[in-house]
Nanobody
């Protein structure tokens, strides 16, 4: 069993910053090892499909990251395997970043395809005002 809980969303003005957190728990993470899971952030705006934002995998003590083009250079994904936490630092926020942000986990390699992720959080809302 896997549980993901996001936090850190809110209302911010354009140009501002937010840091999202995702806490992972459950027997699967404990027995298999959290570091073996690829983690990602997706987002979904009203009337739009869920889209990949950023992903991070872990191998030989190194985190490997991937970003959507729309957030590259502004967002940073990171993880703390000891705490079973994943973070998304969002800087220079734009109104088009407004969406519900979801944390997701999958075993194996990193992916930008939502259907490959089997565990999802409930989401946290980010609203950027102009």
């Amino acid at each position: 069993q896997v549980q993901l809980v996001e936090s850190g969303g809110g209302l911010v003005q354009a140009g501002g910053s937010l840091r999202l957190s995702c806490a992972a728990s459950g027997d699967t993470f404990s027995s298999y090892g959290f570091s073996r899971y690829a983690m990602a952030w997706f987002r979904q705006a009203p009337g739009k499909e869920r889209e990949f934002v950023a992903g991070i995998s872990w191998n030989s003590g190194i985190g490997f990251t991937e970003y959507a083009g729309s957030v590259k250079g502004r967002f940073t994904i990171s993880r703390d395997n000891a705490k079973k936490m994943v973070y998304l630092q969002m800087n220079s926020l734009k109104p088009e970043d407004t969406a519900a942000y979801y944390c997701a986990a999958k075993s194996g390699s990193r992916s930008s395809y939502s259907w490959e992720y089997k565990a999802w959080g409930q989401g946290t809302q980010v609203t950027v005002s102009s």
